[in-house]
């Protein structure tokens, strides 16, 4: 299994500022995901970074407001950018690994004011 | 968009009581997958259900899965205070297991 570790884990933030997101993982995987859970909702994809290759992203998804890094196959970075108080969600990293089931970092919770 | 729709939302019910979830998709799918949430952390796999299994157990947890209607359940056995929590279901198209596509979910409460 893999086991994530995802920075950080809660932070409050004004509005109009930017967070980045980190996710590391204790092992190589091709694939990573990101996830947004608005308050009360459940997940939904944000976007699927491949090392190497830009992110690929969802419908309602932009890189200017998400942009997404994935500079070697154990890390990725997810920037909340420009943030509105809309923007607060528990973010999550994804991985999948061994065509099984997928594993989750413990989510990032953030509240903009 | 959301493929999984569950119900109920929410559930209560007694310790040692069953709980039943259900979750309907859309399309196509390569496997099903339930996933726990505690308290908005992160999620923790529970089980998967392959597009050609019918039923799977797992301790205390019993899936099913109907491709024909396009929809699964969950069963949890004997339920615990330390159950409570909400439970996804998740899919995923052909050909792989990603990424996956999330139901509404259900919020469990056990109360003991």
Known sequence: SAVISQKPSRDICQRGTSLTIQCQVDSQVTMMFWYRQQPGQSLTLIATANQGSEATYESGFVIDKFPISRPNLTFSTLTVSNMSPEDSSIYLCSVEQGNTEAFFGQGTRLTVV | ?112
Not at chain 2, 21 to 49: A, D, E, F, P
Not at chain 2, 80 to 86: C, E, G, I, L
Not at chain 2, 100 to 110: A, C, D, E, M, N
């Open chain 2, 1 to 112: 968009s959301q493929q999984g729709e569950e119900d109920p939302q929410a559930l209560s019910i007694q310790e040692g009581e069953n709980a039943t979830m259900n979750c309907s998709y859309k399309t196509s799918i390569n496997n099903l997958q339930w996933y726990r949430q505690n308290s908005g952390r992160g999620l923790v796999h529970l089980i998967l259900i392959r597009s050609n299994e019918r039923e799977k157990h797992s301790g205390r947890l019993r899936v099913t899965l109907d491709t024909s209607k396009k929809s699964s359940s969950l069963l949890i056995t004997a339920s615990r205070a330390a159950d409570t929590a909400s439970y996804f279901c998740a899919t995923a198209a052909p050909p792989g297991n990603t990424p996956l596509v999330f139901g509404k979910g259900t919020r469990l409460s056990v109360i003991a």
